[in-house]
T-cell receptor
Framework: SQTIHQWPATLVQPVGSPLSLECTVEGTSNPNLYWYRQAAGRGLQLLFYSVGIGQISSEVPQNLSASRPQDRQFILSSKKLLLSDSGFYLC???????????FGQGTRLTVV | GNSVTQMEGPVTLSEEAFLTINCTYTATGYPSLFWYVQYPGEGLQLLLKATKADDKGSNKGFEATYRKETTSFHLEKGSVQVSDSAVYFCAPTQGGSEKLVFGKGTKLTVNP
């Protein structure tokens, strides 16, 4: 099975500061990778997904960007954080085919 | 692409009560169907799955049957416990370049 490493677990950043969240995957190759944001402890909003190195699909216009510099590395970034960027961010991976998704433990981002 | 309609909560039950959380989906092909559970402050983890029509997935007393004719995958448990309190997500998965979508999540609270 896969293991998803996501860090940091908690982050407090001032408005206007940059952001970089990293996610790495073990146990598979050429996964589909996803970044979700979860507000109010419930729904998952898909932000970005990637089917391969350098291939990024953006789901929602926003203040964030994503990059996939290596097969099993997925990075979520922002140049200038907004208060509305606060939330719980989750990285996920699927190994291709009709397989289950594996999730990181999440990053709680608070923009102050 | 795929989409999911999931019963929205929150759902509050007493211990040993019967649980049903409805989930219906739309998909262009033949997805596998998954239920994930999220405990407070954590990422999602697989609860159960079914890969073809009429299959029944089961785990920890939870069950769900893949109903192709009604495009449904309702989650059930005969006797819930306080430890089942969590948020539950339904998700069809087809792999390939199909993005991973989730229902909006159903928050379950079980009171002693």
């Amino acid at each position: 099975s896969q293991t998803i490493h996501q860090w940091p677990a908690t982050l407090v950043q001032p408005v206007g500061s940059p952001l970089s969240l990293e996610c790495t995957v073990e146990g598979t190759s050429n996964p589909n990778l996803y970044w979700y944001r979860q507000a109010a402890g419930r729904g998952l909003q898909l932000l970005f997904y990637s089917v391969g190195i350098g291939q990024i699909s953006s789901e929602v216009p926003q203040n964030l960007s994503a990059s996939r510099p290596q097969d099993r590395q997925f990075i979520l970034s922002s140049k200038k954080l907004l208060l509305s960027d606060s939330g719980f961010y989750l990285c996920a991976s699927t190994g291709g085919g009709n397989t289950e998704a594996f999730f990181g433990q999440g990053t709680r981002l608070t923009v102050v | 692409g795929n989409s999911v309609t999931q019963m929205e909560g929150p759902v509050t039950l007493s211990e040993e009560a019967f649980l049903t959380i409805n989930c219906t989906y739309t998909a262009t092909g033949y997805p596998s169907l998954f239920w994930y559970v999220q405990y407070p402050g954590e990422g999602l983890q697989l609860l159960l799955k079914a890969t073809k029509a009429d299959d029944k997935g089961s785990n920890k007393g939870f069950e769900a049957t893949y109903r192709k004719e009604t495009t449904s995958f309702h989650l059930e448990k005969g006797s819930v416990q306080v430890s089942d309190s969590a948020v539950y997500f339904c998700a069809p998965t087809q792999g390939g370049s199909e993005k991973l979508v989730f229902g909006k999540g159903t928050k379950l609270t079980v009171n002693p």
